[in-house]
T-cell receptor, first 112, second 109 residues
Framework: GAGVSQSPRYKVAKRGQDVALRCDPI?????LFWYQQALGQGPEFLTYFQNEAQLDKSGLPSDRFFAERPEGSVSTLKIQRTQQEDSAVYLCASSLSSNEQFFGPGTRLTVL | AQRVTQPEKLLSVFKGAPVELKCNYS??????LFWYVQYSRQRLQLLLRHISRESIKGFTADLNKGETSFHLKKPFAQEEDSAMYYCALELSGNTPLVFGKGTRLSVIA
């Protein structure tokens, strides 16, 4: 079956522009996680959902970051007024209940 | 706060040599520990987790609560083991992972 997919795979934005990153989890997976991975670092937690409920958003770096999962399936991470420090790979992962998180390929965001 | 430390950014070994990738964590409770691997041009994937106590691709890892460590070991490295390895901690089931910064393993022929 299909794994976690993310789009776009690459995004170049001018500073100040808004961007939206999409994640399609594995069908039936209840939990969905967003991570940010800066160059040379490990992934860092941003936020996560269980179905449509956002259970924890403590990792979002600022109020410019917003995530939603309105129907408990596809999720969108939105970044308003992008800054250079937002440049990173954004990873999405989904899981059922087995503790294993399945990761997507990531979206590489570059803010100029 | 919970933290995962991988002291080596890069580890180079010769093919056939033993490999040990170090991982230490700080958490007062009983976490679940994982090793994730990312091969070139592939996505991050689970290698093994401590609760399953299994060997995957010849790799094993033992959780040492006294030393708060979860080192990854393989007796004989292969070229296909070259990849980025991340140690990760989970506080309870189906919650966010806390990752280390990763160790790049390079196996030289």
């Amino acid at each position: 079956g299909a794994g976690v997919s993310q789009s776009p795979r690459y995004k170049v934005a001018k500073r100040g522009q808004d961007v939206a990153l999409r994640c399609d989890p594995i069908s039936g997976h209840v939990s969905l996680f967003w991570y940010q991975q800066a160059l040379g670092q490990g992934p860092e937690f941003l936020t996560y959902f269980q179905n449509e409920a956002q259970l924890d958003k403590s990792g979002l770096p600022s109020d410019r970051f917003f995530a939603e999962r309105p129907e408990g399936s596809v999720s969108t991470l939105k970044i308003q007024r992008t800054q250079q420090e937002d440049s990173a790979v954004y990873l999405c992962a989904s899981s059922l209940s087995s503790n294993e998180q399945f990761f997507g390929p990531g979206t590489r965001l570059t803010v100029l | 706060a919970q933290r995962v430390t991988q002291p080596e950014k890069l580890l180079s070994v010769f093919k056939g040599a033993p490999v040990e990738l170090k991982c230490n964590y700080s958490y007062s409770g009983s976490p679940e520990l994982f090793w994730y691997v990312q091969y070139s041009r592939q996505r991050l994937q689970l290698l093994l987790r401590h609760i399953s106590r299994e060997s995957i691709k010849g790799f094993t890892a033992d959780l040492n609560k006294g030393e708060t460590s979860f080192h990854l070991k393989k007796p004989f490295a292969q070229e296909e083991d070259s990849a980025m390895y991340y140690c990760a901690l989970e506080l309870s089931g189906n919650t966010p992972l806390v990752f280390g910064k990763g160790t790049r393993l390079s196996v030289i022929a």
